[in-house]
């Protein structure tokens, strides 16, 4: 039993490269780095285990990030662009599009399954869409990962960085299945853990509240570890709603894309072209569509659908193989009801707020080569801020770049010194809830989570709030998370009241660390005073969008001694020397 803080085991260990998740982004950083230079020692830090962990556990049908006949990066950068309302990292966006076919590539050889038609050809799904067959695309990730040689933690959870003079040189984490307390020394560290879900009150409530879109593992400790070491954070603001399918949160785009679904109303029309053209129609941005869902529901014409009406038998059935590479439940929701696409069309809703990088834009503030403010600690995937709708391939092409970087300059980086004191606080910070004593004030976690979670949808624009911003209760979830951040520290790693357990300890940090995204994410609402992207960032008070005013980066460096968070502009032509699209 780890009943004192002198029983728990320090296991300490040295790399050249550290990578903190083992998700799409990890895997292709550490398979690029050792290909360069297999003498490079490269270990994976992963909080579950590489061959089924994060986003791509599950699997996928389709890659969405991909140049098909008659793409370049130039045309994918201006897709980007006016899709995120002209504000992206145009560097960032214009590189990794540069690589997401050499992603795509490197899957096929791997042994992803990717079909094609009678002229060898994949079978495009939409813009930048193409169809695979990946319910197995993790383990074939995975395995080709092992097979660079690269040694792999599993079962370890990343609790911060470790710095020095403001440069990287290590992480701590703890070991769920051992107990042991990992002091990890490396010369450069690339965070790739994946975004932050369960900060807003899901859809779903009670037993059914992580049947959630987003991966219900990723839980914002990329983002936190971040903050917590000072680096500098991007457009948190751009929060990501997704439109799902309802009750089952499953993908739309198999529906949409693959079988040319349109958005219809309980009336039956469709009602992007009918009744917001002069908004784009059924080319509208994608938060703007969300945006048109919700108005037909406020205004009486719901619950909307995507129309199914019109497949054919076969169609039917080929859509219902779709979903069994990603989301089953909805083939199975068909085959319980006896009903079939053609005469049951999905229903469609709005999930509670995500806070990613790779469909929305919130992260690191990254340079081209994908470090961030702190010298050696590079981003990638949906940790990366900047480059929206990067999706799988994307987040790959940004662990290749990384890599690339950190393999060009590590003989020349230097082992900073890790002090003893600092391993002490960590620890003590760590296991603290593993060691209190039961008291009154005593918190589990999950009901910190459910505080936690209420306060964002009721005060923050969460699904129930129908996700309108407004200063005054955005003032007040401030207070609330603050409060809740200061009790977090009677956090208790409990089950029942009793049994204590390593489970639970994770549990605690994974709150932890999303109350402290949390907290950066309000004051980026706060300071935006327009509404750039509806639905995304809907604020009541400040309804029109701002171009004159706000078309730049809202930024943040949280300073943890005085428990502040600093705003900080930045200019949007930054990173507009990228080609201009044709």
Same mark, same amino acid.
Do not use: W
């Given at each position: 039993m780890l009943n004192k803080i002198e029983n728990i085991k320090i296991e300490r260990l040295k790399t050249d490269f550290l990578i903190i998740g083992a998700g799409a982004a990890g895997c292709f950083a550490a398979y690029e780095a050792k290909r360069l230079n297999p003498d490079i020692d490269v270990l994976i830090l992963e909080k579950a285990?590489? !061959?089924r962990s994060g986003c791509l556990a599950a699997g996928v049908n389709a890659i969405n990030a991909y140049l098909t006949p008659g793409q370049t990066p130039e045309t994918f950068l201006d897709y980007v662009k006016k899709d995120s309302m002209d504000l992206v990292r145009e560097d960032l966006v214009y590189t990794l599009a540069k690589e997401v076919n050499h992603v795509v590539k490197l899957l096929e050889e791997w042994g992803l399954p990717i079909p094609k038609d009678e002229n060898g050809e994949y079978y495009v799904r939409g813009?930048? *869409?193409?169809? #695979?067959?990946g319910e197995r695309i993790k383990p074939i990730i995975a395995q080709a990962t092992k097979a660079t040689k690269a040694r792999i933690l599993n079962r370890v959870v990343i609790t911060n960085l470790i710095t @020095?003079?403001? +440069?990287?040189?290590?992480a701590f984490g703890f070991g769920v299945r051992d107990g042991k307390f990992y002091v990890i020394q490396a010369k450069a560290v690339l965070v790739a853990t994946g975004g932050a879900g369960g900060i807003y009150k899901p859809n779903n409530e009670g037993e059914a509240r992580h049947k959630i879109w987003? *991966?219900?593992?990723? &839980?914002? =400790?990329? $983002? =936190?570890i971040g903050i917590r070491a000072g680096a500098e954070m991007t457009t948190f603001e751009m929060r990501y709603i997704s439109m799902r399918i309802k009750d089952l949160m499953a993908p739309t785009g198999a529906v949409a894309q693959g079988v040319k679904a349109q958005?219809? @109303?309980?009336?039956? %029309?469709? $009602?992007? %072209?009918?009744r917001y053209k002069n908004l784009g129609g059924m080319s509208m941005p994608t938060s703007m569509r969300m945006w048109a869902t919700l108005q037909e529901n406020i205004e009486g014409r719901g619950p909307c659908y995507? !129309? &199914? &009406?019109?497949? &054919? +038998? %076969?169609? =039917?059935?080929? /859509? +219902? =193989?779709?979903?069994l590479h990603m989301t089953p439940g909805l083939t199975l929701y068909w085959a319980s009801r006896g009903s079939t696409p053609d005469n049951d069309p999905p229903e469609i809703v709005g999930t509670e707020p995500y806070i990613v990088g790779g469909h929305a834009q919130a992260g690191y503030w990254i340079d081209v080569n994908r470090m961030a403010t702190i010298e050696n600690l590079y981003a990638a995937g949906d940790v990366a801020g900047g480059a929206p709708k990067k999706y799988l391939s994307g987040a790959g092409a940004e662990g290749i770049i990384a890599a690339r970087n950190i393999v060009s300059k590590l003989k020349n980086i230097n082992e900073e010194q890790i002090y003893e004191k600092d391993i002490k606080d960590e620890m003590k910070r760590v296991f603290n809830p593993l060691l209190e004593t039961l008291h009154a004030t005593s918190l589990q976690p999950d009901e910190l989570e459910l505080r936690m979670q209420k306060v964002m949808d009721e005060y923050a624009g969460g699904v129930t709030s129908g996700y309108i911003l407004n200063e005054q209760k955005l003032l007040k979830g401030r207070k609330h998370i603050k409060q809740l951040k200061e009790? *977090? +520290?009677? /956090?208790?790693? *409990?089950? !029942?009241? #009793?049994?204590?357990?390593?489970? %639970?300890?994770?549990?605690?940090?994974e709150v932890i660390d999303r109350l402290d995204v949390a907290s950066v994410l309000i004051e980026h609402l706060l300071y935006r005073k327009e509404t750039r992207w509806p639905i995304y960032q809907s604020r009541a008070d400040y309804p029109e969008r701002d171009d004159k005013n706000w078309l730049k980066f809202v930024n943040s460096i949280y300073d943890q001694r005085k428990d502040e968070i600093k705003i900080i502009e930045r200019s949007r032509d930054v990173a507009c020397n990228v080609p201009t699209p044709l």
């Open positions: 285990h590489i !061959d813009r930048g *869409s193409i169809i #695979v067959q @020095n003079k403001n +440069k990287v040189c290590g987003y *991966s219900p593992f990723n &839980t914002g =400790a990329g $983002y =936190a958005q219809v @109303n309980a009336l039956g %029309e469709r $009602y992007l %072209e009918e995507l !129309d &199914t &009406t019109h497949l &054919t +038998k %076969e169609q =039917a059935e080929r /859509l +219902k =193989a779709y979903y009790e *977090s +520290k009677n /956090l208790f790693a *409990s089950k !029942d009241g #009793v049994t204590i357990s390593l489970h %639970e300890l994770m549990k605690c940090h």
